[in-house]
């Protein structure tokens, strides 16, 4: 990361998951490739979890949950994450489609937003497992602007199969 003042940085969430070709191997090169987006650090990364598809088909997705501090303003930081997506073959033929890379913003600092591109905090962060286990292992006391406690929302994903690998 260049150099920049640490009022600039903010903490952003970012889901990651995949599960056509080697999901595991994509996931741990996507965290790396996030961190090396311009004024970006990772700053840390869950486990790899498998988990079933939810609300689609194919194979089971291996999903991790990755921090990084950023100076890029949310939309930046989507269109970068979107770059990366593409360099790794993803294809949207349909919603929920089976995909070799999927990167979504859960959380940007503690703005709230919506807009035609991006809502922030993602919408259904709270409904996932795949999404809530891996951000608690990062962050256990992480709060969800206008949501709460995280971990609150834990007792509500517990029949979602999730396993640490």
Same mark, same amino acid.
């Given at each position: %990361?260049?150099? %920049?003042?640490?009022?600039?940085?903010?903490?952003?969430?970012?889901?990651?998951?995949?599960?056509?070709?080697?999901?595991?191997? /994509?996931? #741990?090169?996507?965290?790396? /490739?996030?961190?090396?987006?311009?004024? !970006?650090?990772?700053?840390?990364?869950?486990?790899?979890?498998? !988990?079933?598809?939810?609300?689609?088909?194919?194979?089971?997705?291996?999903?991790?949950?990755?921090?990084?501090?950023?100076?890029?303003?949310?939309?930046?930081?989507? /269109?970068? %994450?979107? #770059?990366?997506?593409?360099?790794?073959?993803?294809?949207?033929?349909?919603?929920?489609?089976?995909?070799?890379?999927?990167?979504?913003?859960?959380?940007?600092?503690?703005?709230?937003?919506?807009?035609?591109?991006?809502?922030?905090?993602?919408?259904? %962060? !709270? #409904?996932?497992?795949?999404?809530?286990?891996?951000?608690?292992?990062?962050?256990?006391?992480?709060?969800?602007?206008?949501?709460?406690?995280?971990?609150?929302?834990?007792?509500?994903?517990?029949?979602?199969?999730?396993?640490?690998?």
């Amino acid at each position: %990361m260049t150099a %920049m003042s640490s009022a600039e940085l903010v903490t952003a969430y970012i889901g990651i998951g995949a599960n056509l070709g080697d999901a595991s191997a /994509q996931v #741990q090169r996507a965290i790396l /490739q996030l961190g090396k987006l311009p004024d !970006t650090s990772l700053d840390a990364q869950s486990s790899l979890f498998c !988990t079933a598809p939810l609300d689609a088909g194919g194979d089971d997705y291996i999903n991790a949950v990755a921090r990084v501090k950023t100076c890029l303003s949310a939309h930046a930081l989507l /269109q970068g %994450m979107q #770059q990366i997506e593409q360099d790794f073959g993803r294809e949207r033929p349909y919603p929920n489609a089976p995909r070799t890379l999927d990167l979504d913003l859960l959380l940007y600092g503690q703005s709230t937003f919506a807009d035609a591109v991006l809502t922030v905090p993602h919408p259904r %962060m !709270t #409904q996932r497992a795949f999404v809530l286990i891996p951000l608690l292992q990062i962050d256990p006391f992480i709060v969800i602007p206008n949501h709460g406690p995280a971990h609150q929302f834990a007792p509500l994903v517990v029949d979602q199969v999730i396993h640490k690998i």
